[in-house]
Structure formats: structure tokens, C-alpha cells
């Protein structure tokens, strides 16, 4: 894991135990006293996942129980969304929200739980911006270079993305609108094995969460062409700085841990139930 990524953690995780311990002066002052169960909507190796690994770890070391990550990936984000508003709302289980709870609210029209009247937040942990990244093997070097590639061969250039209604694809959708591209959406189960196909050249192009691509970026397997945000990484120009439209949407990466509507009316310190 990088140095920054690290720090962050630290400093992202400070902040969660100090949020926990004000929660706690109004409820029980002995929590937590067991592990604590901490649900995450998308499989191993993806942003969110690693910063519920990081933080998890500084929060068992910090509270003395552990923090237990539990991957539970499907329905966009949404399978983990409804366990974590189904359990007891008694602070022991915990939601690692991410862009898709917001974005699921208007795309999915029957689903078994309001996300704003079932959970609440306890701390907000994370924002990062999404990276427009290629396998090297696309002859492309910046965002109009890709415009180009992509309109040249349209319906032949594949982009990944972690799911259906996820932050990665309503960033290429919106990209795909904006330049008049036209790519095919291959939607994975996660950031992970999303880009395990785009190292292995099955897909082209993917606009990830920074975190879960930089050591790729770094290491040169992975090419970067732009960020969602003003400022970028050494060799990764902005959307901004781009001649031509590129998505500045970025990743509200806001990831909260929410909790129950019935905690609510109680006292805040089981208050971690997203």
C-alpha cells in the first residue's frame, strides 16, 4: 500500500474514532465490546474495499475489538445496502457508502429499502477522484488522441467498469455523451477484476477510483490519460486541461458509514449502524 494512501488512513481514521467517542459520551462508553462487522458492496481490491481494509485496521488497533470486512458484491452495490439496513440497528454493523447509494436512489425504482430514511451518517471518510485510464497497448496518449480512437472505431472500443449504476460507469456514460463516442459498457462485479481484464488488454479504457489504480499508474501498466479533479497527479493532466469535453464528475467519495433509522431516535453511539 502507498505511503499517502496510508496517511490517509491514519488521519481518516482519527477522525472516525473521535466521531465514535463523542457518539459514545451519549450511549454506551464501553463500545465497542465486541468485533464489529463492517459490509462492503464490491469484492477485494476495488477503492472501497481498500479503505475499509485501512481503516479497519487503525479502528481495531485504536478501540481494541476488530473491525471484520465483509465483501458482499452484487446488485450495484445495493446487496450490501440492504443487509446492513436489515441488521440490529445496535451499532455492531457498519456500511462503507460510496457513490452508488446516491446514484441508486433514482436508477433502481423497487428496491427494498430508502436509503436516506434507513441509514444515517457517523463519519465521512474518503473523496477521490476517478482516473480515465488505458491499457498501453491503445494507441492513445491524451483524452483527444482517445476521442479520435474511439470515433474511428466505434462499438469496437471496450470500457470496463465496477457495475451497473457505479461511479466508473456513469463517468464513461457521461463521457460517451459529451464527445459523441460511442464504447461498449462491460460492467464487472467490482473494481478488481475490472481492471484485471484492462491489464490483460480484454478491455481499453475505465474511468476507476484513483486508489485502487495508482500502484498500476505508478508502475507503468496502466496509462493514465486524466483525472476528475483540478489538480492531478505527476503525468496525469486534468479533465480541465483537456481540448476537448471530458466528465468532471467526480467520485463523492463521501464513504460514510451510515446508520439505522431506529438508532436515530436513540442514543447516537450505536450510531455507527449505517
Known sequence: MTRSLRRLAVLAGAAFVLAVAANAVRGADDYPNHPVRWLVGYPPGGSTDIVARLIGQYLSERLGQQFVIENKPGAGNNLATEMATKADPDGYTLHLTNPANAI??????????????????????????NVMEVNPNVPAKTVAEFIGYAKANPGKVNMASAGVGTSTHLSGALFMMMTGTELVHVPYR??????????????????????????????????PLAVTRPRAPPRCPTCQRSPTPCPASRRACSTACRLRRARRARSSTSSMQR
Open 190 to 223: 467490482g473494481a478488481a477484476p475490472a481492471l484485471a481484464d484492462l491489464l490483460g488488454g480484454q478491455v481499453q479504457v475505465l474511468f476507476d477510483n484513483l486508489p485502487s489504480s495508482i500502484g498500476h499508474i505508478k508502475g507503468g501498466r496502466l496509462r
Open 104 to 129: 441508486n436512489a433514482t436508477l433502481y425504482k423497487n428496491l427494498n429499502f430508502d436509503f436516506i430514511r434507513d441509514m444515517a451518517p457517523v463519519a465521512g471518510i474518503i473523496r477521490v477522484p
